[in-house]
């Protein structure tokens, strides 16, 4: 925390001189409703201070599960118990209480030592088979592109998890709605991830990251803009772009100074750290659209069955409280 303080201070102090240094890069508020955004990352201005994680943490506190110990037992017993109840500090990875982290790496390029900091999120794809593919109907992608997960009918079922390129949500086991249905058999908890805090840009503000950098390494605005933006930058710097493309495009958008195989190579991948590897479409595969032909309708229906026993255990719990 000293550290995180201290390099805080440092950025406030140079904020003024990075922002003149890469011209349109400021936080900017979105223009039209229903516009598709997608955020900038330039990492060449990344001083790894940490404010981006912390404010996400307060921001989303609230959100946070709360799981009912002792957890139900699970049939089939291979079900892995998945529990960071007791871990939430945890801070170096994705975690169900950590849905940013920082990775850090050192790097070798063109003859020099760099130190490379990349704030790891939900990369927020334009075709997310995570909500393409979800039988529940609990994840879906936002007009403005961001892919949320309804929390009050996901089941942790985590095909969310299995389907995306990158492996983002997390699962916590001992709460939502399979403790109301089949505690055994349905699911074993709920998924968590960014949704590039909908609710805060709804109400017509920024992600709490965004707002909280001291150096403004974050931006967002219109798709558009943004990717020509990371061209210019890249241009500007000799630098590489990661996120316009892969899996078919995503609205999280990172320009680097060093290859991106480089960070991979000094900080690899591994649960909760996702890769930087090219990533092809994944919904471009006629299996994929098949299966998501198939469950599309079926989520619908469950997820109208699953919102129908939300509102009535709801209405239990209030009679009861």
């Known amino acids: 925390m000293k550290r995180r303080a201290f390099l805080k201070t440092l950025g406030l102090a140079g904020a003024a001189t990075a922002a003149a240094a890469v011209p349109g890069l400021a936080a900017e508020k979105p223009a039209a409703p229903g516009t598709v955004l997608a955020t900038l990352f330039d990492l060449s201005q990344c001083i790894g201070c940490g404010a981006c994680v912390e404010a996400c943490r307060e921001a989303n506190a609230n959100r946070y599960p709360e799981p009912k110990k002792p957890f139900p037992p699970m049939y089939p017993s291979r079900v892995p118990v998945e529990d960071w109840s007791d871990k939430r500090d945890v801070d170096d990875r994705l975690t169900p209480y950590n849905w940013l982290f920082i990775q850090s790496a050192t790097v070798e390029h063109q003859g020099k030592s760099l130190e490379v900091h990349m704030p790891r ?141 480089a960070i991979q190579a000094a900080s690899p991948p591994g649960p909760g750290r996702p890769t930087l590897a090219p990533v092809t479409d994944a919904m471009s595969f006629e299996t994929s659209l098949a299966a998501a032909a198939v469950v599309a309708p079926i989520a619908a229906v469950a997820g109208a069955v699953l919102r129908a026993a939300k509102r009535n255990t709801d209405a239990k719990e209030h009679r009861h409280g």
């Open 121 to 261: 999120r939900c990369m927020h794809c334009q075709k997310p088979p995570c909500a393409n593919l979800c039988p529940w109907g609990a994840a879906s992608k936002t007009a403005s592109g961001s892919v949320r997960i309804n929390t009050d009918i996901c089941l942790g079922g985590a095909k969310c998890k299995t389907v995306c390129p990158w492996s983002i949500p997390q699962r916590q086991t001992g709460v939502g709605l399979y403790l109301d249905l089949l505690p055994s058999l349905a699911g074993n908890g709920v998924m968590y991830k960014c949704d590039r805090c909908h609710a805060r840009m709804a109400a017509g503000g920024l992600p709490a990251c965004i707002e909280a950098c001291p150096n403004e390494v974050q931006s967002i605005g219109p798709r558009d803009e943004i990717v020509a933006k990371a061209h210019e930058l890249a241009k500007a710097m000799s630098g590489f772009i990661y996120g316009e493309t892969e899996n078919g495009g995503t609205n999280t958008i990172y320009v680097s100074p060093v290859p991106f195989e």
